[in-house]
């Protein structure tokens, strides 16, 4: 699992570093650079990813388990509904906890900028569902989930959050990472993150755009806890097929195995972040 690992923060920093030239060119050229940060080490991760398989088709017992990840059947999609809101529900209360207790030290959230609604839902929920969950849940599964699920689960999410370079970012990123990755695991499927993802962040956009006031913000967290509440009795009533879906999502499998590039990582991250302060 160690060049799996090398792998996955190699591609983690070589998305960072485009994201960071990517702004510092106005206009239409940023744009291009912002979108190649994500195709180019999506496209890195797939050609090693195919390398590391035929290694791993050399060892005995040891499945590539991630070939199925862009399939999804429609009979297990209905597990998937009842999961949205409540997922939906934990990554918004941590995201809210964090801002309070940023607050606090006299951090802020970052300004969204203000569009239409359309345009806002495009920009910060579809594209980001797709491009973000191609890199950090489709490859990390091709490259780590054949070694072990469970560190899997946490490395991709672990990296998930320390890419967001933010102090105010990262612990929800981490929350919302574990969530994701785990339900893929759950379906052999890349898809159900890229449903929860484009879900949360579009709750997001209709609470920045819509939800300032005290009245707004009564309302859409009372309707998402309300949802979230009706989601987990049925989840609950059919508790043991979910128990069945879940089981042997956080098998351990191989040892995690520590090298130097994880603290590369979190060293670069970091120095961003506080930069960004």
């Not at 005995?60 to 070939?67: D, I, M, N, P, T």
């Not at 918004?92 to 806002?120: D, N, Q």
């Not at 070694?147 to 990296?159: D, E, P």
């Not at 956009?205 to 300032?212: A, E, F, G, M």
Request: some cysteine; charged content about 10%; hydrophobic content about 55%.
């Amino acid at each position: 699992m160690t060049e799996a690992i090398k792998v996955v923060t190699f591609i983690n920093i070589i998305f960072i570093i485009l994201l960071v030239i990517s702004g510092m060119f106005p206009g239409t050229v940023g744009e291009i650079l912002y979108y190649l940060a994500f195709i180019a080490p999506i496209a890195i991760g797939f050609y090693f990813s195919m390398g590391l398989q035929y290694k791993r088709e050399e060892q005995k017992g040891l499945a590539e388990s991630a070939e199925v990840l862009l399939g999804f059947s429609l009979v297990r999609s209905k597990k998937l509904l009842p999961l949205v809101f409540p997922a939906v529900m934990t990554v918004f209360l941590s995201s809210l906890v964090t801002s309070l207790l940023l607050s606090l030290v006299g951090v802020s959230a970052p300004p969204v900028e203000e569009k239409g609604i359309v345009m806002m839902l495009a920009i910060h929920a579809l594209i980001p569902a797709i491009l973000e969950e191609a890199l950090f849940r489709y490859i990390p599964m091709k490259l780590l989930l054949p070694y072990s699920k469970r560190w899997c689960v946490i490395y991709s999410a672990l990296c998930f959050a320390l890419i967001h370079c933010s102090l105010y970012q990262m612990p929800y990123a981490f929350v919302a990472g574990i969530i994701f990755m785990m339900v893929d695991v759950a379906f052999d499927s890349v898809w159900p993150s890229v449903i929860l993802h484009f879900v949360n962040n579009a709750a997001s956009v209709i609470w920045l755009k819509y939800c300032s006031g005290i009245t707004g913000s009564v309302i859409f967290i009372s309707t998402l806890a309300l949802l979230s509440l009706i989601s987990i009795f049925f989840i609950y009533r059919r508790r043991e097929s979910y128990r069945a879906l879940f089981r042997g999502s956080f098998d351990k499998g191989e040892s995690f195995a520590v090298t130097y590039a994880p603290l590369a990582l979190a060293a670069i991250t970091f120095y961003l972040a506080f930069l960004n302060l």
